[in-house]
């Protein structure tokens, strides 16, 4: 760039831009990925115990094998579009 010869003065001045963008993305994806580890932590442990209290049900005949694979296929399709939302917090903001 050209402004009254002070291209080297341009050049520091970018560089240092550039080094606290990379600063501030690091950052960012740094918490996005701690955001996601807790959510699909969280996720985990609520189909986890949602499915043992089926098999709970399916042991004691108040379920059949049938409605259990019916219960896990609605979890799935219910928790599936979640782990977009860290993704889409960060589109938002």
Same mark, same amino acid.
């Given at each position: ?26 950052? &960012? ?5 701690? $955001?996601? %580890?807790?959510?699909? =932590?969280?996720?985990?442990?609520? !189909? ?20 259990? &694979? ?5 979890? $799935?399709? %219910?928790?599936?579009? =979640?782990?977009?939302?860290?993704? !889409? ?5």
């Amino acid at each position: 760039m050209k402004y009254f010869n002070a291209e080297k003065h341009e050049a520091e001045r970018f560089e240092v831009a550039l080094e606290a963008f990379k600063k501030q993305n690091i950052i &960012v994806a740094k918490s996005l990925v701690s $955001l996601n %580890i807790m959510q699909a =932590l969280i996720i985990s442990i609520g !189909l986890c115990s949602t499915l043992t209290l089926a098999n709970y049900f399916v042991e004691t005949e108040r379920l059949t094998i049938g409605g259990f &694979v019916m219960f896990n296929s609605y979890n $799935l399709q %219910i928790y599936m579009p =979640l782990g977009f939302l860290g993704t !889409l917090w960060r589109w938002i903001r």
